[in-house]
Structures are given as C-alpha cells and as structure tokens.
C-alpha cells in the first residue's frame, strides 16, 4: 500500500518508480482514509449472505444521513452466527467525497479496479466502494501463458496416451505373431488326438460287431451237425447278417426244419422253387437266414468326427 501525494502528479511519479514493470500491469486500488465513510454492524437473517449488497442498500437510509443517491456503499459479512443470523458491516462514503478523491488521482483514476476503505489500523476492509461502470478490468498477463501451458499439458497428455495405446497395440501384434506358430502345434495336437480317438472308436465297433455275430468256424460246424447226410452246398456265403446256402439235398423240403432253432440264425426259410438235377437226382435249393446278432452288434457304427477345425 502506497500513499498518494496529491499536487503535481507526484503519487503516479511514485508509482511508475517503484513498480517493477512486470507489476505495472496489475489491479490497482484506492485505499481512502477511515475517517472518509461511515461503518455500521447489522444483525440480519443468513439467508441475506447471498443479496447482502442489495439487502443493506435499504438500511442506508436509517443507519446513515446519507440515501442511495447520494452515497456509494458496499457490506460485508463479519460473522455467521448459531441462531440463524449472520453479522454484517455497511459501509457507506459520501459520493462527493469519492468523486474528489478519484479528482486528484488524474489519469491514474482510469486505471483502478476497485475503491477500498482502511479500517483504521493500515489494512483494507476488503470491500469495493467503485461503481461497477468505472471499474478497469485488466486482463491477466499471465492467463495467456496459463492457456497456452494447459494447451501444451493437455497435447503431451493426449500424446503420451496414444503412444501408450499404440506400444500396446504392437505388443498385442507381437503376441499374436509369436502365438501363432503355438496354435498351430495346438490344433495339430488335437487334430492327431481327434483322428486317433475315431480310429480308436472305430476298431472298437469293429471288433464289436465280430463279437456280435457268429464266427464262420461256429456256423460251419452247426451247419454240419445239422444239415442231413444226402445234402451237398456248392455256395456258403455270410452277407452282413444275412446267412445265404446254395446247394443240392435229397431233402430239400426238410432243410428249413432241420435248420431252425439254431442259437446261430434265426428265421431260414427257402428262396424260390425246388429245382431238381437230373444228374445228381437230388433238388437244388437256395436258402436263407438271418444270423444272430447280440445288442452291441447292433448298435449303429460311431459317428465321424472332425479335427478341431473341420468346420473351417
């Protein structure tokens, strides 16, 4: 805080002497004399923190010889209290008395943003007795540079955020390559493990149905056994599970009763007519049968599966 010599322009000689030219460019304020205004202590509701300005500008009028018209003023609050109220200072300069001293400041008067008033012990009270219209609005030097530094802050941001994306994405390109030829061996192993397991399933069934169904040995021999002395067969033949004989009898028409309720077949009927061979002087015959087949001969082959990837 300066003090003004009025006169002949001495206090802005002061001024331009001892600001530094990087503090040229700040605010300045008028800081007038206590005994320039009045100060008055009002009790109000809290609600009137928020329109404390235009709350007190009717109590001018009763706690002042001064009205509106003829006084600048501002309040400020000085305490909240517990019941509700709140402690508020007005202050009120007499407008002639600010008009005289914005006078003698001269040019200086263009350059203030703001009109405070000492409380009387060499500090202001923190109020602004300036009219709205005569405040000088400085802009902040150092706003610029604010901007232009959170520009480049946010850039560098926005920067290293992409190069942490980008350097991501190359390592997950990276892993992929490096994965790849492991995915390959992967799906070959299951490819090998699946045509194995086919294989594996597929003996299995094979070796079941043979199971199922009566060896060639075993129907030979219940043939014999069976068959009467007089009967020759020229074809044996087993086709899935059907049992076919082709052959000349001299019993020909008994061949279906000998046959039956055999545990190896079930169901021997004859095929066609009797024909009979003048040569051998017996019939020729064909006749069928249907092998027995136990329930894991009949059970359907496994199905075929595809490798891992079959479906592309």
């Not at 200072?89 to 203030?112: F, I, M, S, Y």
């Not at 709205?132 to 926005?158: E, F, Y």
Request: aromatic share 4%; glycine share 8%; hydrophobic share 45%.
């Amino acid at each position: 805080m300066l003090p003004w010599q009025h006169g002949d322009g001495a206090g802005a000689a002061v001024l331009a002497r001892v600001l530094a030219p990087s503090l040229a460019d700040m605010p300045r304020w008028l800081v007038l004399p206590a005994g320039s205004g009045l100060r008055r202590t009002l009790r109000l509701p809290a609600a009137a923190a928020d329109r404390l300005r235009d709350v007190v500008s009717f109590e001018i009028d009763r706690q002042t010889p001064f009205s509106a018209q003829t006084a600048v003023f501002d309040a400020r609050v000085l305490a909240l209290r517990d019941d509700g109220q709140l402690d508020a200072e007005l202050v009120v300069v007499p407008r002639r008395t600010l008009d005289d001293a914005l006078a003698a400041l001269g040019p200086v008067a263009d350059t203030l943003a703001g009109v405070d008033l000492d409380d009387g012990s060499g500090q202001a009270l923190g109020i602004d007795l300036l009219p709205a219209a005569r405040r000088l609005h400085r802009a902040d030097p150092r706003r610029r540079w604010n901007l232009l530094l959170a520009a480049i802050a946010s850039c560098a941001l926005v920067a290293g955020m992409w190069q942490v994306l980008d350097n991501r994405r190359d390592a997950a390109d990276a892993f992929e390559e490096a994965s790849r030829p492991v995915i390959a061996q992967a799906r070959a192993a299951s490819a090998q493990r699946q045509r194995l397991a086919t294989l594996i399933e597929g003996m299995q069934y094979l070796q079941a149905q043979r199971a199922a169904r009566p060896t060639m040995v075993e129907i030979l021999d219940e043939l014999s056994q069976r068959l009467p002395d007089g009967t020759y067969l020229e074809k044996l033949a087993v086709e899935n599970d059907r049992l076919l004989l082709i052959g000349l009898s001299s019993e020909a028409s008994a061949l279906v009763g000998q046959l039956e309720d055999s545990p190896l077949w079930r169901s021997p009927a004859l095929t066609g007519a009797l024909q009979p061979d003048p040569r051998s002087r017996r019939d020729r015959f064909t006749l069928t049968a249907a092998l027995a087949v136990t329930g894991a001969g009949a059970a359907a082959p496994p199905p075929v599966r595809g490798g891992p990837d079959a479906g592309g």
